[in-house]
């Protein structure tokens, strides 16, 4: 089996530097590479990655491979991989499976060829390696001794899983760690998502009306941007507390019938699919541009869009026109996947330099605990949320204050007439 499926090998040169600059902005990462640099807590272990292959993605399997570990990685969305840094990768010594605008049969074999490394361990974002893992490749789940999931859909699909009673093996849902939802779902998808739809459309987003469909913790950092850049907010849900959230936020929120429209820019967030259909196409104004923040590219229905338009055309990259029978052009953006991802970057270095981390800890915690741990969903440690954040405070020289001994004491005890 080869050591790398990509692009070009030639693109290593751009790809490095890439990571070489992300890395200056990673100072968790860096600190936990030191400490696996020593203690090689992954001497003689396999670990399979699918997480969007760009170069912060990169940096997490170098810091791996510093701990020892023999890294197989591939993408986990066909357009977000980058050519140069799956290059560097190989370049590395990294065993490396993708490339940008791979077909859904090449995305797949991706992926099928990171499980023949027989990984100990899984870190997934989407849930598509577990997948494989709970369908074609049983063969390979036995010898897993756990992983971690990175994003809420994958999250999903793991809780489903269980509740089937069919997980195969443990795994950690890093994105319901408190330094991954509330910094990363909110402040990296808030900015990432608007960074990838400026860069594409070109276009101003104060005065617009913009429509945030689901009002997670992904969508409360798109409404909470869209805010700041001068927009008129509208949220759509089907929760109800979260709809009451987003009006006390200073949101309109009403059915998503009615916000079809009036909105300029529409952003599903949900993890779930058809947010967007033909009842929504047939009332959107002319010129009303979709994108999709959600992991799969099933939140904007394209079948739906395609049946009604009677042309449609690429007018600018990651843009597609759909002009609709009555002349009303709609567009969608980055073929409904990841907009931050396919038409950008990601999110900022920063932000997924905690977000990574958690799942070098979580990687070591699964592999510390191998055989204790049930086949079943768990939480990320208590101890492992505050080392990542006691560290992303050093590393921001910001100092906090500490619980005296009769602090402690006190907020544990029951009877504070003691």
Request: aromatic share 6%; proline share 3%.
């Amino acid at each position: 089996m080869p050591d790398y499926l990509i692009k070009d090998i030639n693109l290593a040169p751009e790809g490095r530097l890439k990571i070489d600059w992300v890395s200056k902005h990673m100072p968790v990462l860096n600190s936990i590479k030191k400490e696996f640099e020593k203690e090689k807590p992954f001497k003689g272990i396999k670990i399979a990655v699918s997480i969007h292959l760009e170069a912060k993605t990169a940096y997490l399997a170098e810091v791996l491979a510093a701990g020892g570990a023999d890294v197989s990685i591939s993408g986990s969305n066909p357009l977000s991989t980058q050519d140069d840094v799956a290059a560097a990768l190989a370049k590395a010594g990294i065993k490396v499976y993708s490339w940008y605008n791979a077909t859904p049969e090449e995305y797949k074999d991706h992926l099928l060829h990171v499980l023949e490394n027989n990984p100990d361990i899984v870190i997934d974002d989407g849930g598509d390696l577990v997948h494989l893992l709970h369908s074609e490749r049983q063969d390979l789940a036995g010898n897993v001794k756990g992983g971690c999931e990175e994003t809420t859909t994958g999250v999903l699909r793991l809780r489903a899983l269980e509740k089937e009673g069919g997980l195969k093996f443990p795994m950690i849902a890093v994105n319901d760690a408190m330094c991954k939802y509330l910094f990363d779902n909110r402040y990296g998808t808030g900015e990432s998502v608007w960074t990838g739809i400026m860069r594409t459309t070109n276009l101003i987003v104060a005065g617009k009306t913009v429509v945030v469909m689901g009002y997670g913790w992904c969508g409360k950092g798109i409404a909470m941007r869209a805010k700041g850049l001068g927009a008129k907010v509208v949220v759509t849900e089907v929760d109800p507390v979260k709809a009451i959230e987003a009006h006390m936020d200073g949101f309109a929120v009403m059915h998503s019938l009615e916000a079809a429209k009036r909105g300029d820019i529409f952003i599903t967030v949900t993890g779930c699919k058809d947010v967007l259909v033909e009842e929504h196409y047939k009332l959107m104004k002319d010129g009303a541009i979709m994108c999709n923040a959600g992991h799969f590219d099933v939140e904007v229905n394209k079948p739906d869009l395609y049946r009604l338009a009677s042309d449609v055309r690429t007018v600018r990259k990651d843009i597609e026109e759909f002009t609709m029978p009555d002349g009303r052009k709609l567009y969608l953006l980055a073929e409904g996947r990841l907009v931050n991802l396919a038409a950008g970057d990601g999110h900022p270095a920063e932000i997924m330099d905690m977000s990574f981390a958690l799942q070098a800890l979580s990687a070591k915690y699964v592999l510390e605990n191998a055989g204790k741990l049930e086949r079943r969903v768990y939480n990320v440690p208590g101890h492992i949320d505050g080392r990542v954040a006691n560290i992303k405070l050093q590393s921001m020289g910001i100092d906090i204050d500490k619980l005296t001994p009769e602090q402690e004491k006190y907020i544990n005890s029951w009877n504070h007439a003691e």
